[in-house]
Nanobody
Framework: QVQLIESGGGLVQAGGSLRLSCAASGRTFSSSIMGWFRQAPGKERVVVAAMTRSGSFTYYTDSVKGRFTISRDNAKNTISLQMNSLQPEDTAVYYC???????????????WGQGTQVTVSS
């Protein structure tokens, strides 16, 4: 089992920044990929950014490229998502996830955090 706990969400004005963190515990060595997803009201959960455990490969959805940065600290079992130049359309619940397989699809992720709300006001 892997437990994931997110933190760092909140309310920010458009153009502002937030940093999300996810602390992982348990059998973290079994997770070769970790990612951040988001789900806006009435919409499906989609991947925002993901990376392999080694950090060799990263993925960003087009809408966040150049604004968001995913990083991980394997020694501390944490991953982070630095979000800059936030826009109202970034408003969603953000989830940290861990798993194995293709990093861009939700079904690759077996473990999920509880989610943290990010609200961007215009």
């Amino acid at each position: 089992q892997v437990q994931l706990i997110e933190s760092g969400g909140g309310l920010v004005q458009a153009g502002g920044s937030l940093r999300l963190s996810c602390a992982a515990s348990g059998r973290t060595f079994s997770s070769s990929i970790m990612g951040w997803f988001r789900q806006a009201p009435g919409k499906e959960r989609v991947v925002v950014a993901a990376m392999t455990r080694s950090g060799s490969f990263t993925y960003y959805t087009d809408s966040v490229k150049g604004r968001f940065t995913i990083s991980r600290d394997n020694a501390k079992n944490t991953i982070s998502l630095q979000m800059n130049s936030l826009q109202p359309e970034d408003t969603a619940v953000y989830y940290c996830a861990a798993g194995a397989g293709v990093m861009t699809i939700a079904r690759s992720y077996e473990y999920w955090g509880q989610g943290t709300q990010v609200t961007v006001s215009s």
